[in-house]
């Protein structure tokens, strides 16, 4: 019973270390420095794997899913894509 309560906290600990992990972060910047009230807002996400992490903004994420899944469709229906 001991060694099997031994292997079952060692599996997960294993399960815990090998997933991959996205941070979510609200970033808040000024894009102009001569107006400095003008403070924008962009969620930015960090997913981190075992090989590395990268780090990205979830608008221009979001936009590229959005633009694949327009392309898919218009090859589906007309065998080509017309940009």
Do not use: P
């Not at 090998?18 to 996400?45: C, G, H, L, P």
Request: no cysteine.
């Amino acid at each position: 019973m001991k060694k099997l309560l031994i292997n079952l906290f060692l599996i997960f600990g294993v399960l815990a270390i090998a997933q991959n992990k996205r941070f979510i972060y609200e970033y808040k910047f000024i894009s102009d420095s001569t107006n400095v009230d003008d403070v924008k807002t962009e969620m930015m996400f960090l997913d981190t794997t075992k090989d590395g992490s990268k780090y990205y903004s979830y608008t221009v994420f979001n936009s590229d899913s959005i633009m694949k899944v327009h392309f898919e469709k218009q090859l589906a229906a007309t065998g080509s894509i017309n940009v």
